[in-house]
T-cell receptor, first 114, second 114 residues
Framework: EAQVTQNPRYLITVTGKKLTVTCSQNMNHEYMSWYRQDPGLGLRQIYYSMNVEVTDKGDVPEGYKVSRKEKRNFPLILESPSPNQTSLYFC?????????????FGPGTRLTVL | AQTVTQSQPEMSVQEAETVTLSCTYDTSESDYYLFWYKQPPSRQMILVIRQEAYKQQNATENRFSVNFQKAAKSFSLKISDSQLGDAAMYFCAYRTTTGNQFYFGTGTSLTVIP
């Protein structure tokens, strides 16, 4: 089954404790992306990657890091989480072909930073 | 930067009736993609419909159709014969054909009344 998986689905942590949210897709998609969703703000793009070792900032990259060492994985790293990073996070992937522009989302990760 | 505006935070519709969700966007690009995503209570993001800006014909997917007015930069979603399962948050989104960033609106929460 084609899917994007994220782990963990729920996480409660404390300020300053480094964490990683993993994202994996089994569709051989080149493009992957991370979003955060906050009430009243919709989804905002954090980082995206067009291929292995190619990443770029989205609208709200501050406080986040990503890496793309393998095509299927795109982890999101919070080196020193702060309460304003409490949010719902989505990973997504899509084929990098404009004729087929469908983005597949993961189930989301609910992060709470105390 | 591109912006996507959904001016209706909440909408409701009687079961079996038709409802239209509004979306406007701001861009200086001539070619781009527009999307409607559905987010049910499970929080999964599901693609409902997409429209390529160079196509004059409005996209349709079963009970879902769009009214794409390029000059007015308007992209509304019409849901016909509304069903209880249509109750969800709906997001309008935009992407250029050359870029890799997605821009989302703030969402419209749709309630379906039995």
């Amino acid at each position: 089954e084609a899917q994007v998986t994220q782990n963990p689905r729920y996480l409660i942590t404390v300020t300053g404790k480094k964490l990683t949210v993993t994202c994996s897709q089994n569709m051989n998609h080149e493009y992957m992306s991370w979003y955060r969703q906050d009430p009243g703000l919709g989804l905002r793009q954090i980082y995206y990657s067009m291929n292995v070792e190619v990443t770029d900032k989205g609208d709200v990259p501050e406080g986040y890091k990503v890496s793309r060492k393998e095509k299927r994985n795109f982890p999101l790293i919070l080196e020193s989480p702060s309460p304003n990073q409490t949010s719902l996070y989505f990973c997504a992937s899509r084929i990098r072909q404009d004729s087929v522009d469908t983005q597949y989302f993961g189930p989301g990760t609910r992060l709470t930073v105390l | 930067a591109q912006t996507v505006t959904q001016s209706q935070p909440e909408m409701s519709v009687q079961e079996a009736e038709t409802v239209t969700l509004s979306c406007t966007y701001d861009t200086s690009e001539s070619d781009y993609y527009l999307f409607w995503y559905k987010q049910p209570p499970s929080r999964q993001m599901i693609l409902v419909i997409r429209q390529e800006a160079y196509k004059q014909q409005n996209a349709t997917e079963n009970r879902f159709s769009v009214n794409f007015q390029k000059a007015a930069k308007s992209f509304s979603l019409k849901i016909s014969d509304s069903q209880l399962g249509d109750a969800a948050m709906y997001f309008c989104a935009y992407r250029t054909t050359t870029g890799n960033q997605f821009y989302f609106g703030t969402g419209t929460s749709l309630t379906v009344i039995p």
